[in-house]
């Protein structure tokens, strides 16, 4: 099946810090980007749609200020928390559509995110 | 109230049992339905599509109620590999998918 990574897997950083996360798709094209947020023993929660050329669509509630989206090219959209607090300590997920149907949405291995 | 809904977790079985989690969404525009399994520190992969007519994946059998908005998840013979969290999952009509908190398995041995 198609194949989406995300780098760093897990990063530690000082609370005030920024810590800029990536998404690639890498053996398909994918337009569409997703971001999720997972705190323990919660459901997935989508942040935002993230659209190649374009600005990324964010869920109510989302600080568009502060998770920055980029999606430069069909193959990566990097997730930026500026100003990182401890709060927003979490596992970030990232999927893509591979445009083979509507039902193939493959998850990125996430990245988790501790802030001191 | 939550847009999916799941059984309570954890289920605590012992190896060769028959488990069954059950779904419900709030949607009744809701246009896809999935079950997703996730393991401890992972990200979820998908497990099956759901269909109104019932769908069967060798031990694991899905079955679809549009009417009551209701879905559910049959393990049979259930291995210890089968301990993970399972996610019920829901397409909007805007093609999100919406996750339910998910349901915790431990097989025992």
């Known amino acids: 099946g198609a194949v989406v990574s995300q780098h760093p897997s897990w990063v530690i950083c000082k609370s005030g810090t920024s810590v800029k996360i990536e998404c690639r798709s890498l053996d398909f094209q994918a337009t569409t980007m997703f971001w999720y947020r997972q705190f323990p023993k919660q459901s997935l929660m989508l942040m935002a749609t993230?659209?190649?050329?374009?600005?990324?669509?964010?869920e109510q509630g989302v600080e568009k200020d502060k998770f920055l989206i980029n999606h430069a090219s069909l193959t990566l959209s990097t997730l930026t928390v500026t100003s990182a607090h401890p709060e927003d300590s979490s596992f970030y997920i990232c999927?893509?559509?591979?445009?083979?149907?509507?039902?193939?949405?493959?998850f990125g291995p996430g990245t988790r995110l501790l802030v001191l | 109230r939550k847009e999916v809904e799941q059984d309570p977790g954890p289920f605590n079985v012992p190896e060769g049992a028959t488990v069954a989690f059950n779904c419900t969404y709030s949607?009744?525009?809701?246009?896809?339905f999935f079950w997703y399994r996730q393991d401890c520190r992972k990200e979820p992969k998908l497990l099956m599509s759901?269909?109104?007519s019932g769908n069967e994946d060798g031990r694991f059998t899905a079955q679809l109620n549009r009417a009551s908005q209701y879905i559910s998840l049959l393990i049979r013979d259930s291995k210890l590999s089968d301990s993970a969290t399972y996610l019920c999952?829901?397409?909007?009509?805007?093609?999100?998918?919406?996750f339910g908190q998910g349901t915790e398995l431990s097989v025992k041995p």
């Open positions: 999952v829901v397409r909007n009509q805007g093609g999100k998918l919406i």
């Open positions: 759901v269909y109104s």
């Open positions: 999927s893509a559509y591979s445009g083979e149907g509507e039902e193939t949405q493959y």
């Open positions: 993230s659209n190649e050329g374009s600005k990324a669509t964010y």
């Open positions: 949607n009744s525009a809701s246009q896809s």
